[in-house]
């Protein structure tokens, strides 16, 4: 099939590869000139595991080709994939400006080039936005089309994984030419027998922020009980296990940790509660839900100045990873950005490093914590002279590094870990002050009240 994918981002671009590497011939279009002359030259500009070699392969085999052009890809494709940012307002509510804006450049160019096309929203999209998209196409030409929605739910650092081996597909449409054409698109990627799931589009719309909402509430659910834990003396690890060993709780997504970050949780909890707003309805759990993640993003800078008597200023401190997550470079809503921007105004010093997120961190970070911050190349070169390390992501690097080699170089052995990398015993073995979420303070006599 002819797949043309607007928007290159992190899901455009991993979509469009994909596409490509099931023998599709996608051309992906984006406004960013810089951005398209990197892809033309072969070269991948975000970092998500496995996507070099799907690229590779299929600019390769000329399947995958890049423009700025949308008349371009309209011209050739059979189906369009609209992969365009849909920020948060001012009020929380979803930006759409991007997706219409497209939608009426389709309108006409429908008129140039007719011939039935079906024009996919994979955007994360409110409720009654296929209807919009639909509308703002038909009201420039006569021609034949479908607006499907198709919401994606792919993982940033496994977006490749879980594009090609998709737990499930959920197509949103009520025509059926378009949900056939969106099946056989599909079907190679879902041979193992992961369900298509075919629903009306509103439905569909909805399924999305449904299930980042669910996420982020299972998140938070589980920093509200590492919280209590702090105050009684629990170790959530322990009471983690002990739930989700129960197949109602399952055992994923329960990790305490400091708080949901990335360019769709936030956004998408934030879009579900205005929606509802604005329908009268008041979405109490999602309003707990993001209070609580704003205070859990710098609860590890709450811990610093209890164990510090509230003084700061004039600490060095590491940072290791500021991606929101591993396996990406994405800082979108990091923590990282939070805590380092918190800590600039308390008068620390950082050295920070991160495997793939430094030159991000640094395109997002606020000129305070900036010019309070250095950043080193490697893991280790952070711990020189430093009075404390700070944990932001759980990068498999950071995991199992030898604890009583490196907290040598620290001026200070103590580290707050806000990703629960370290088992308390080994880090009290070690010699650590060790202070993590929802766990008990190693190396400190008596904790103090958090
Ligand atoms: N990132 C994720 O993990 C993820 C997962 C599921 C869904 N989503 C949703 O998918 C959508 C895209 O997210 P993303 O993370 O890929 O965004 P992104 O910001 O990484 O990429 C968007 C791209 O669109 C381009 N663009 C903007 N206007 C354009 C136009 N008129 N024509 C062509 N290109 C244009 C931008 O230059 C950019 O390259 C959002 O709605 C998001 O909520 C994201």
Same mark, same amino acid.
């Given at each position: 099939?002819?797949?043309?994918?607007?928007?290159?981002?992190? #899901?455009?671009?991993?979509?469009?590869?994909?596409?490509?590497?099931?023998?599709?011939?996608?051309?992906?279009?984006?406004?960013?000139? !810089?951005?398209?002359?990197?892809?033309?030259?072969? $070269?991948?500009?975000?970092?998500?595991?496995?996507?070099?070699?799907?690229?590779?392969?299929?600019?390769?085999?000329?399947?995958?080709?890049?423009?700025?052009?949308?008349?371009?890809?309209?011209? %050739?494709?059979?189906?369009?994939?609209?992969?365009?940012?849909?920020?948060?307002? &001012?009020?929380?509510?979803?930006?759409?400006?991007?997706?219409?804006?497209?939608?009426?450049?389709?309108?006409?160019?429908?008129?140039?080039?007719?011939?039935?096309?079906?024009?996919?929203?994979?955007?994360?999209?409110?409720?009654?936005?296929?209807?919009? #998209?639909?509308?703002?196409?038909?009201?420039?030409?006569?021609?034949?089309?479908?607006?499907?929605?198709?919401?994606?739910?792919?993982?940033?650092? &496994?977006?490749? $994984?879980?594009?090609?081996?998709?737990?499930?597909?959920?197509?949103?449409?009520?025509?059926?030419?378009?949900?056939?054409?969106?099946?056989?698109?599909?079907?190679?990627?879902?041979?193992?027998?992961?369900?298509?799931?075919?629903?009306?589009? =509103?439905?569909?719309?909805?399924?999305?922020?449904?299930?980042?909402?669910?996420?982020?509430?299972?998140?938070?659910?589980?920093?509200?009980?590492?919280?209590?834990?702090?105050?009684?003396?629990?170790?959530?690890?322990?009471?983690?296990?002990?739930?989700?060993?129960?197949?109602? @709780?399952?055992?994923?997504?329960?990790?305490?940790?400091?708080?949901?970050? +990335?360019?769709?949780?936030?956004?998408?909890?934030?879009?579900?509660?205005?929606?509802?707003?604005?329908?009268?309805?008041?979405? =109490?759990?999602?309003?707990?839900?993001?209070?609580?993640?704003?205070?859990?993003?710098?609860?590890? #800078?709450?811990?610093?100045?209890?164990?510090?008597?509230?003084?700061?200023? +004039?600490?060095?401190?590491?940072?290791?990873?500021?991606?929101?997550?591993?396996?990406?470079?994405?800082?979108? $809503?990091?923590?990282?950005?939070?805590?380092?921007?918190? *800590? &600039?105004?308390?008068?620390?010093?950082? !050295?920070?490093?991160?495997?793939?997120?430094?030159?991000?961190?640094?395109?997002?970070?606020? !000129?305070?914590?900036?010019?309070?911050?250095?950043?080193?190349?490697?893991?280790?070169?952070?711990?020189?002279?430093?009075?404390? *390390?700070? @944990?932001?992501? $759980?990068?498999? %690097?950071?995991?199992?590094?030898?604890? %009583? =080699?490196?907290?040598?170089?620290?001026?200070?052995? #103590?580290?707050?870990?806000? =990703?629960?990398?370290?088992?308390? !015993?080994? &880090?009290?073995?070690?010699? *650590?002050?060790?202070?993590?979420?929802?766990?008990?303070?190693?190396?400190?006599? %008596?904790?103090?009240?958090?």
């Amino acid at each position: 099939m002819k797949i043309g994918v607007v928007g290159t981002g992190y #899901v455009g671009l991993v979509t469009g590869a994909c596409f490509a590497d099931s023998g599709n011939d996608v051309i992906c279009v984006d406004i960013d000139e !810089k951005k398209v002359e990197r892809m033309r030259n072969g $070269e991948v500009p975000i970092y998500e595991p496995g996507l070099n070699r799907v690229f590779d392969r299929s600019i390769r085999e000329n399947r995958l080709r890049f423009t700025t052009n949308l008349e371009e890809a309209f011209k %050739e494709a059979d189906v369009l994939f609209l992969c365009l940012p849909t920020p948060p307002g &001012a009020d929380g509510q979803a930006d759409l400006s991007f997706v219409l804006k497209v939608a009426d450049d389709l309108g006409e160019l429908f008129n140039r080039f007719p011939g039935y096309r079906v024009i996919v929203n994979k955007s994360t999209v409110p409720v009654g936005t296929a209807d919009k #998209v639909r509308e703002a196409i038909a009201a420039k030409t006569d021609a034949e089309f479908d607006v499907v929605s198709n919401p994606e739910f792919l993982r940033e650092g &496994a977006a490749v $994984e879980d594009f090609m081996k998709p737990e499930r597909v959920v197509i949103g449409t009520s025509s059926p030419r378009a949900a056939e054409v969106m099946t056989t698109l599909y079907e190679p990627f879902v041979r193992s027998g992961n369900p298509i799931i075919t629903m009306d589009e =509103r439905s569909s719309e909805l399924t999305k922020y449904a299930a980042n909402a669910m996420l982020a509430t299972k998140i938070t659910f589980m920093n509200e009980i590492a919280n209590i834990c702090e105050r009684v003396g629990a170790d959530v690890d322990n009471v983690r296990r002990g739930i989700g060993t129960d197949s109602r @709780i399952g055992k994923r997504f329960l990790f305490a940790g400091i708080g949901y970050g +990335g360019s769709c949780f936030p956004k998408d909890v934030q879009a579900i509660h205005h929606t509802a707003g604005e329908l009268g309805y008041d979405f =109490r759990i999602l309003d707990s839900v993001m209070k609580v993640n704003e205070t859990q993003k710098v609860s590890i #800078v709450e811990k610093m100045k209890v164990f510090y008597n509230g003084d700061l200023a +004039g600490k060095t401190v590491g940072i290791w990873g500021l991606s929101f997550k591993p396996e990406t470079d994405d800082v979108r $809503e990091a923590p990282a950005l939070y805590i380092a921007d918190e *800590l &600039a105004k308390l008068g620390v010093k950082m !050295k920070a490093y991160d495997p793939e997120a430094i030159e991000t961190f640094k395109a997002s970070a606020t !000129k305070q914590a900036l010019v309070s911050m250095e950043f080193t190349e490697d893991r280790d070169s952070v711990l020189e002279g430093i009075d404390a *390390l700070v @944990i932001c992501t $759980e990068w498999n %690097e950071f995991r199992r590094p030898d604890l %009583e =080699r490196f907290t040598k170089k620290m001026k200070a052995p #103590v580290i707050f870990d806000g =990703r629960n990398l370290y088992d308390l !015993k080994r &880090a009290k073995e070690a010699g *650590l002050t060790y202070i993590s979420v929802g766990r008990p303070w190693v190396g400190v006599k %008596e904790k103090a009240k958090v």
